[in-house]
């Protein structure tokens, strides 16, 4: 299920998604899923191996941007009551459908919107009421439960909320973190558990995981995203594309 063969693979993945979050923010679920999908690796079990990194890089980023910073409370509130919602839903779809044409077609298109989104960067203009944080941390945690890639839906209204994205960041972590907490929950009580072999890929990938965050968090000080970025979400893109393809096949 998670063939040893590919793990160094797997490994720069993780450094590179690590690197890019450490980057922006968020994009390390959705980036190495989207590696992962062109290996015979299994969905979900890949995804609990990540699970398990995502609570040491939230934290790690935390930890790393404290000082600059500013965790809203109020708002991680309002999308934690929707996750709770959310990521079962998401946990149980990966679940029941990974591995097959419907879950890839849903995938495609996850990866194709999140590339979208983060090219295009939609923004509101406006303050979004509160309420709405319910609603987001909803899809998001269904994203998270489904795909580990909250990011898009809960990045939307943190942002509008928070405008500074260094103080967003924090935020943006902590929701993070509860969405992976929750499934990792979710996975030990109703689904294939926390196995060895999951925690043994996840100890090889986490020196990976650690120094490429840190290092994107200090080069997101003095380097401009916009031509990474879209060299990023240019192959998010295009994996999301040939995922689409191949669940029509």
């Known amino acids: 299920m998670l063939n040893p063969d590919y793990i160094w693979l797997f490994c ?16 390390f679920g959705i980036i190495v899923l989207a590696g992962i999908a062109f290996t015979p690796w ?4 890949a995804t609990v191996v990540l699970n398990l990194l995502l609570l040491v890089l939230n934290s790690s980023i935390i930890y790393a941007s404290w000082k600059e910073c500013s965790i809203n409370w109020r708002i991680v509130g309002y999308i934690v009551a929707g996750e709770i919602f959310g990521v079962p839903i998401g946990y149980w779809f990966i679940l029941f459908f990974g591995n097959s044409p419907v879950f890839r077609m849903a995938f495609g298109v996850t990866l194709t919107l999140f590339a979208a989104n983060e090219l295009f960067r939609p923004r509101v203009k406006r303050e979004l009421h509160i309420g709405f944080g319910f609603f987001a941390g909803v899809v998001g945690g269904f994203l998270a439960g489904a795909f580990t890639a909250a990011g898009p839906p809960l990045a939307l209204f943190v942002y509008s909320r928070q ?13 993070f973190i509860s969405a992976t907490i ?38 997101s000080r003095r380097v401009s995203k ?20 191949k669940s029509l096949q």
């Not at 405008?163 to 929701?175: E, H, I, W």
């Not at 979710?186 to 986490?206: D, E, P, Q, R, W």
């Not at 916009?226 to 393809?245: D, E, P, Q, R, T």
């Open 12 to 27: 720069l993945l993780v450094g590179f998604g690590a690197f890019t979050q450490g980057f922006t923010g968020i994009g």
């Open 182 to 219: 929750w499934r990792l929950v979710n996975i030990a009580m109703f689904g294939k558990g926390i196995t060895m072999s999951v925690i043994n890929v996840a100890a090889i990938a986490l020196p990976f995981l650690f120094a490429c965050a840190i290092l994107g968090h200090m080069v």
């Open 226 to 245: 916009s031509a990474f970025l879209k060299i990023v979400y240019s192959l998010i893109a295009f994996a999301g594309v040939m995922n689409i393809f």
């Open 42 to 45: 299994d969905f979900e079990r």
């Open 163 to 175: 405008r500074d994205p260094n103080q967003a960041k924090g935020t943006l972590q902590s929701v």
